[in-house]
């Protein structure tokens, strides 16, 4: 009898021990897992502020690993401009411009920075009715454009709605008008979103990122050079189906391969 109630007490203590370490098992995961402290856009806003500009850099380039936006690139733009990396603050810019083509603070610091470029692009002439195309469609992001397509269909069921059962003849002409208008507008936003969704996901530019790089006219290290690019310099990718080389195309019409890691795609 002795011997078993000896026994007791130590299976007490062995289950109690193993408690402890699930605990402190689970305590070490969690100490893994959980970040120290979270990162947000008002640290990395304060450190720019400071002049510490390098910190800023990194808290933004955290904060885009968890959801991208137009104005953390607009932001971690200026933080490598003011740290003197001109073709990562162009890439930055590039990037933001994307998600909200129409903010003009994005565009001004953008062409800004490209006057700082050692090559000075004249892209290739198009006929004016593209350019003023272009300029209306690119006022807005795709999910604006988006919006603004399903705030005009609800308003073309509401005035189509007044057309059907409205009392009046007058007000019957006034729904009818008001709803074709609005549908107008409606296919109008709609095109427009698709077509900045398109462009998005088809986008082919790319910034230099190297100091300088010859462009050549093959795929092959010792390939005739055709011509000479800097850093920020932006171009867009025709062909990268050879490893370890882009076939490029400049704004201005040339043409011509380039080392893959001498370049970042948008």
């Known amino acids: 009898m002795k011997s078993l109630s000896s026994k007791i007490p130590y299976k007490r203590t062995m289950s109690h021990s193993r408690h402890i370490k699930r605990i402190f098992l689970l305590l070490a995961m969690l100490w893994l897992v959980l970040p120290i402290k979270a990162i947000t856009s008002k640290d990395a806003n304060k450190c720019y502020r400071k002049g510490n500009y390098q910190q800023a850099i990194i808290d933004y380039k955290k904060l885009l690993t968890h959801g991208v936006s137009a104005e953390l690139y607009y932001n971690l733009g200026n933080a490598y401009y003011r740290s003197d990396s001109l073709s990562q603050a162009i890439l930055s810019y590039e990037r933001a411009l994307q998600l909200s083509p129409g903010n003009e603070n994005i565009r001004f610091n953008l062409e800004f920075s490209r006057s700082k470029t050692i090559d000075k692009i004249v892209p290739e002439s198009e006929m004016f009715y593209v350019t003023w195309y272009k300029s209306i469609r690119n006022l807005m992001s795709v999910d604006h454009w988006a919006y603004m397509g399903?705030?005009?269909?609800?308003l073309v069921m509401f005035f189509m709605?007044?057309?059907l059962f409205a009392p009046s003849s007058g007000l019957r002409?006034?729904?009818?008008?008001?709803?074709?208008?609005?549908?107008l507008f409606f296919t109008i936003s709609t095109l427009f979103a698709y077509q900045q969704k398109v462009a998005i996901e088809n986008n082919k530019g790319a910034i230099i990122m190297v100091p300088s790089v010859n462009v050549k006219k093959a795929p092959v290290f010792n390939g005739g050079d055709?011509?000479?690019?800097?850093?920020?310099t932006r171009?867009?990718?025709?062909?990268?189906e050879?490893?370890?080389w882009k076939g490029i195309?400049?704004?201005?019409?040339r043409s011509g391969w380039i080392q893959a890691n001498k370049l970042e795609k948008i």
Do not use: P, Q, R, W
Not at 173 to 183: E, M, V
Not at 249 to 253: E, R, S
């Open 242 to 244: 050879i490893k370890g």
């Open 235 to 240: 171009v867009d990718i025709t062909d990268d």
């Open 249 to 253: 195309h400049v704004a201005d019409g």
């Open 226 to 232: 055709s011509f000479v690019l800097h850093e920020g």
């Open 173 to 183: 002409k006034l729904g009818f008008f008001c709803g074709t208008s609005l549908f």
């Open 161 to 163: 709605l007044i057309y």
């Open 150 to 154: 399903l705030s005009f269909i609800g």
